[in-house]
């Protein structure tokens, strides 16, 4: 395009740059980059397109803030945005937490982008509002400030002076009663913790083994656990994953990750050119994905789900730039927020 731009500028330079910031700009940069600039989710019914790691989400709702049993992490990413489904759950399970014993309930971390699609830095899946993280620290009684939740350190649910354990003076019967209760819900598809996590679960829990199958052994998610749901009955564009297997997954698959295979350095050929990996593009997502960037945008008062107690405004956009997105952000407006005084039902 960048010659073929030159030629047109040879031509008619006026051409040239509307030609830039047109259509075609969207494809010269990776996905990632258009939907982490994205700020508020679609004016549009939710709906999921593609699969968790590559597809992006319709007419997204972002979870409150603060509610009285849980809060919501690292506002600043821009990330508490997933399908109703998704953060119904996260507003139920953080009650069913507290009840456990869990603090004064759950601490989110990232969800989704307010239009899902692949992130800037981050994570592979959470692309289309169906994936939640929760940490493994629980709502302190004083509820943090936003400050604070920009600041406060992971705590690792590791012994790292071991190979692969759960540091037994952190680990609690409740932290496993809490994974267990994710996993207990039939929307809830996998979640998602560290093979030593998983092991500690096999050892200790005593109730229904069948939901152990649901949760899985993954790396990482030693500070943190990962909640997948299913595609909703009515999203036609998701793409579920295939099931888990049958059992309780306290088995060889289990095993192999306490062996060296899935902890060894891949073995480089040093005859090997390195490849640069490809971008993944607009045009790699889902057709609608197209749509989904380009829609006009809810505000973030309109698209705050269920009661929120108190709002949050991300910081104003930087310096505009002549692409897709400050195209769609210039159509929106967004609200002074201030405190959201009263609980109002979604739209
Ligand atoms: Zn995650």
């Not at 990330?79 to 601490?107: C, Q, V």
């Not at 083994?209 to 993954?218: A, M, T, W």
């Not at 306290?250 to 490849?275: H, I, M, Q, R």
Request: proline share 11%.
């Amino acid at each position: 395009m960048r010659i073929s731009c030159i030629l047109k500028q040879l031509l008619a330079a006026g051409l040239c740059l509307t030609f830039l910031a047109g259509p075609g700009a969207a494809e010269t940069r990776p996905a990632k980059e258009l939907f982490g600039g994205a700020k508020l989710p679609s004016r549009a019914e939710p709906a999921p397109f593609g699969s968790y790691a590559k597809g992006c989400m319709a007419g997204a709702v972002a979870i409150p803030t603060d509610g009285p049993t849980w809060q919501a992490m690292r506002l600043s990413r821009n990330r508490r945005w997933g399908h109703p489904r998704m953060i119904a759950l996260l507003e139920r399970f953080s009650k069913d937490a507290a009840s456990l014993g869990w603090g004064t309930g759950i601490l989110i971390g990232d969800v989704s982008q307010p239009r899902g699609g692949p992130m800037l830095f981050g994570h592979a899946s959470h692309q289309i509002g169906l994936d939640a993280d929760i940490w493994f620290t629980p709502r302190p009684a004083q509820p943090l400030t936003p400050q604070e939740r920009e600041d406060l350190p992971f705590t690792s649910m590791l012994d790292k002076s071991r190979f692969l354990t759960v540091d037994a003076r952190r680990w609690t019967q409740t932290h496993t009663r809490v994974v267990m209760q994710a996993a207990s819900y039939p929307e809830v598809e996998r979640v998602f913790v560290n093979p030593a996590i998983k092991k500690k679960l096999c050892e200790t829990w005593r109730g229904d083994r069948s939901l152990l199958g649901k949760v899985r052994p993954i790396y990482g998610h030693d500070e943190h656990f990962h909640i997948r749901i299913h595609c909703p009955p009515d999203a036609s564009g998701c793409k579920p994953q295939a099931p888990v297997a049958k059992g309780d997954g306290c088995d060889k698959s289990l095993a192999w990750w306490f062996t060296d295979e899935p902890w060894a350095k891949p073995k480089k050929d040093p005859n090997a050119k390195p490849v640069k990996p490809r971008q993944v593009m607009l045009s790699d997502l889902p057709k609608a994905c197209a749509a989904v960037l380009a829609a006009p945008a809810r505000t973030l008062e309109e698209a705050t789900f269920g009661a929120g107690l108190t709002a949050y405004s991300p910081p104003a956009p930087s310096a505009p730039a002549q692409n897709i997105e400050a195209i769609i952000e210039s159509a929106t407006v967004l609200p002074d927020l201030g405190p959201v005084p009263l609980p109002r039902p979604f739209p």
